[in-house]
């Protein structure tokens, strides 16, 4: 051994042999397990404490497994050796586990490690069982522990929703103060400013009385006030000049510093409440006459210090993008086991609030004024016009290409011709996750109207900001249309409030994507869809049984069972384009070759080309078999419009205000404008459209069913793949085709929401408001370009969150413990993605398998070719759906227009 050591042999071959040594081998372990006793003792000390010793809801939050895995390193090298050795493993999260597990046994307040657990296993919906059998095997904390920390974490989400959302409510404040007093600085600095006339108001009278008489200076504005003491009474004058600010003829003496709280002050540019500085060492008192001056040159100094103090507050935090406010109701039936008189079920009924950041935004936008006036707005600009239908058909001609390059065979080896997506501006900000915080779960139900106004108010406290000048920050509040028409009528109830605030004027509405799309499905299968129709050859009953959809019953349940109904027509859709392509093409069946538009020598050219040859396909398929005289109508209606719009502004314009009558150009006079219209058809020739009874063509009833269900159905399809990408322009588009099938379809709310949603965006908003309102429809939970989901089922995938985590408290939750639950799920999410991308999993599927529906395809195909569903045959029809009109045909324009016109008219003082 002492040869070894002289003749410099490593350390690690002499201690190999000394550990053949019996006796010295004993000694060894002992040695080592007292090195290994010391450093567990130095990791469980007080002083200077490990991370594993910390519980806080922070230190939980923000667990790190390879910066414990360094510090354990450092602090005790022997032990993590060992742990390392023991485990054959150098990753970070199974040396800190382990360690944690042995160290608790040690010492109960090493216990970080298992508050995660415990928080994972509580999101996972492990029971209270589970978890406390856990705690025995000393690999998590108790579930009253769990349940503690789980209400601490509360306070980690409010720190985010005040860092965030409740940010940029004070920033929004900042940034319009900031800007009104730079426009008022300005306005009383110009020159020809020194002319009182100029200003709304430039006197007031103030008699008070106080403890002493004070003056104050308001820099901003360029002058003072005076106020008077208890025992004196004071008449003071007020001007507003741009030099040698405010005169104020006082009784008393004044002071040289006072604080008194910012008054109405009207100027050039409007009413404002000026901020106040609590410093005025730069007055000027005159004893002899009593009145005070102040510097202007001083004035300018404050002026410029309140405008840097502002700019110095936002830089402080990053700027927060505005967010939108959407809600819903969360119902939840609490069931009882035994059930008595006085112990039966209770259905629970509470309102959530998701807070949801935009975007897309564009600061430079005009954000002053409404884009135009409702009134003078056409009413034709609600109808689609000749550029909205040809965007309508490329965007079908699209969903088409899609369809018949995945499924005919000739056509399988162009399919990388065609575009992916459908492109617009935004593609970038909208394939961004979007950020999202649950912000309240409320005792409130808004089935009942004081709930609905209570919940209105609770977001204006809270959410809505009023800054000095009285001025009510708008916010988008989303939903479905029942929360939109009683959250509109709540707003009507408190018109007669004194300020925009208190008459709830905060809130700008806004119906969201995914009733819209259950509601436009719903009318596909009202009018497209009939049991008694199972035996007709072609008709989506008889398809249904043919493919066995069995989960598929009807207009009745399409709302319960929306992803049915909508997979079904889906499906439907497909096999009618590649039916129709199959007409067009000449094709047998789908694996044949073409007599028709044959592509055999089409891979010879540029994919530009095959494009375009592509697209020309399409649109013969639109052309022959969609459109007919469905494109022919719509146009109708349109220029229809345009001419009653063009007669409504001369009938106004023969209106004299001043005797409140109706003047014709022969000088006769009419009170009501019925008989002053009777007057004009009858001696002036003029035409007024009325609803007139057309008598039905003899035309294949079998093809315009046929057309109007594929219309019908790719608007639908566009629509849902609109919000999928985000798109702005195409849900807005799409809601002027849909307003007209809500409008045949009776279904008057959504033609309402549909209606005062894009009057909004046309008229009512601002440019700014109007940009962002169009294009902050969606939100973005995986960061994917065609990843965005509709903001109502963003916050029905809140709502079935939070009734999973309340389910699991059985019987015994209260509306505490499922506000706890609803406001603390969101950090437990992300403490589950943290740990999991440390311990490098990768994360389950969040969408659905897609099925393989070629089979089903095929098969619905096979019966619409043997049904001649796309022959053309004069005088046939379906028995179940007999005189079958294109759905635009049946719109009634002078209806609509009346319905168009008293819409206009009540926005015009409900929407303002």
């Known amino acids: ?117 415990g928080q994972l296993l509580d999101y996972g919906r492990a029971t209270d069982e589970t978890i406390d059998l856990l705690r025995c095997l000393g690999f998590s904390v108790g579930c009253s522990a769990t349940h503690k920390k789980q209400v601490s974490l509360i306070d980690i989400q409010k720190k985010k929703t005040e860092s965030t959302l409740l940010c940029q409510v004070h920033q929004s404040i900042l940034q319009f103060n900031k800007k009104k007093h730079k426009e008022m600085v300005f306005a009383l600095h110009e020159k020809e400013a020194t002319d009182s006339s100029n200003y709304f108001a430039v006197s007031s009278q103030l008699q008070c009385i106080c403890s002493s008489v004070i003056m104050h200076l308001y820099f901003d504005m360029n002058f003072s006030t005076a106020y008077v003491s208890d025992t004196a009474t004071v008449t003071s004058t007020m001007s507003c000049y741009t030099k040698d600010s405010c005169n104020y003829l006082c009784r008393s003496t004044v002071p040289q510093a006072c604080h008194l709280p910012p008054p109405n002050i009207f100027t050039k540019v409007g009413l404002a409440q000026c901020l106040a500085v609590s410093k005025c060492s730069n007055f000027e008192v005159d004893p002899n006459r009593g009145v005070a001056q102040s510097n202007d040159k001083s004035t ?71 884009k135009h006036d409702i009134l003078s707005l056409p009413n034709y600009s609600f109808l689609p016009n000749a550029q909205d239908i040809n965007i309508l058909e490329r965007n079908m001609n699209h969903h088409i290409l899609k369809v018949i390059t995945r499924h005919v065979k000739c056509l399988k080896s162009f399919a990388h011709c065609v575009p992916k997506h459908i492109e617009h501006p935004f593609m970038e900000e909208t394939s961004k996750r979007s950020t999202h915080v649950i912000l309240d779960l409320l005792d409130k139900n808004q089935n009942f109207h004081d709930d609905t106004i209570s919940i209105l ?17 708008r916010k988008v509040f989303g939903g479905d249309v029942l929360t939109n028409e009683r959250a509109y009528t709540a707003q009507l109830d408190m018109q007669n409030c004194d300020t925009d605030f208190y008459k709830l004027g905060g809130l700008i509405h806004r119906p969201e994507g995914l009733h819209r799309m259950m509601n436009f499905l719903l009318f596909i299968y009202q009018e497209f869809y009939k049991p008694s129709s199972s035996f007709e050859q072609g008709t989506l009953y008889h398809l249904r049984n043919v493919i066995h959809r069995e989960d598929v019953t009807g207009k009745d349940e399409v709302v319960r069972a929306y992803r049915a109904h909508y997979a079904f027509v889906e499906d439907a859709l497909d096999a009618f384009i590649l039916g129709a392509t199959m007409d067009v093409m000449g094709l047998n069946d789908l694996n044949g070759s073409p007599q028709q538009w044959n592509p055999s020598i089409l891979s010879m050219y540029s994919n530009k080309k095959q494009l375009s040859w592509l697209r ?132 008057t709310k959504y033609q309402l929401w549909l209606w005062r949603m894009m009057a909004y965006e046309q008229a009512i908003l601002t440019p700014k408001q109007a940009f962002e309102y169009k294009w902050n429809t969606t939100a973005n939970l995986n960061g994917t370009i065609d990843g965005n989901i509709p903001n109502d089922t963003l916050v029905d995938i809140c709502v079935q969150l939070v009734k999973k985590k309340i389910k699991e408290q059985d019987s015994n939750f209260t509306f505490d413990s499922a506000k706890n639950t609803a406001l603390s799920c969101q950090i437990q999410d992300e403490l589950r993605e943290s740990n999991r991308h440390q311990v490098s999993i990768k994360p389950f599927g969040k969408s659905r398998t897609k099925a393989r529906k070629s089979s089903d395809i095929n098969l619905m195909l096979t019966e619409l070719m043997a049904g001649n569903i796309f022959k053309n045959i004069q005088g046939r029809q379906f028995k179940n759906f007999k005189n079958m009109k294109d759905v635009f045909e049946k719109v009634n324009l002078h209806k609509l227009y009346i319905w168009i016109s008293k819409q206009k008219k009540r926005a015009s003082y409900e929407m303002m």
Not at 721 to 745: C, P, Q, S, T, W
């Open 1 to 117: 051994m002492m040869v070894g050591i002289v003749r410099g042999k490593k350390p690690e071959v002499i201690l190999n042999k000394l550990m053949n040594v019996k006796n010295f081998r004993e000694k060894a372990v002992k040695v080592l397990s007292r090195c290994v006793k010391e450093e567990c003792k130095l990791l469980c000390s007080k002083n200077n404490p490990l991370i594993l010793r910390g519980s806080t809801t922070e230190d939980i939050h923000s667990t790190d497994f390879l910066k414990i895995a360094n510090e354990l390193k450092e602090k005790a090298p022997v032990f993590s050796q060992m742990l390392k050795d023991t485990m054959n493993t150098t990753k970070p999260v199974g040396l800190v586990s382990s360690a944690a597990v042995i160290l608790h046994h040690r010492n109960h307040n090493m216990s970080l490690i298992r508050h995660v657990v």
């Open 300 to 370: 300018v100094l404050y002026g410029k210090k309140y405008i840097s103090q502002i700019e110095s507050q936002l830089k402080e935090s990053e700027i927060q993008p505005p967010f939108d406010i959407i809600g819903d109701n969360l119902d939840f039936l609490k069931s009882t086991s035994s059930m008595t008189k006085e112990k039966q079920r209770k259905m629970y009924q509470w309102f959530i609030l998701v807070g949801l950041q935009r975007r897309v935004l564009d600061s430079t936008m005009f954000d002053v004024k409404p």
């Open 457 to 473: 108010e609770h977001i204006h406290q809270k959410y809505i900001t009023q800054n000095l000048w009285g001025k009510t920050e």
């Open 616 to 747: 020309n396909l399409a649109e013969t398929v639109i052309n022959k078999h969609i459109n007919l005289q469905g494109t022919t109508h719509l146009q109708d209606l349109v220029e229809e419009a345009a001419k009653l719009d063009s007669q409504t502004d001369m009938l106004h314009s023969m209106f004299d205000a001043a005797i409140n009558q109706y003047i014709c150009t022969c000088q006769k006079k009419y009170n009501k404008i019925g008989h002053f219209k009777r007057h004009l058809e009858k001696e002036h020739y003029w035409h007024f459209p009325t609803a007139a009874p057309k008598e039905p063509k003899k035309e294949d009833k079998v093809a315009v069913w046929r057309s109007s269900f594929m219309k019908a159905a790719l608007i639908l399809r566009d629509t849902c793949d609109a919000y999928e990408m985000g798109d702005g322009n195409r849900i807005f588009l799409n809601a002027k085709f849909e307003m007209l099938y809500a409008n045949v379809a009776g279904h």
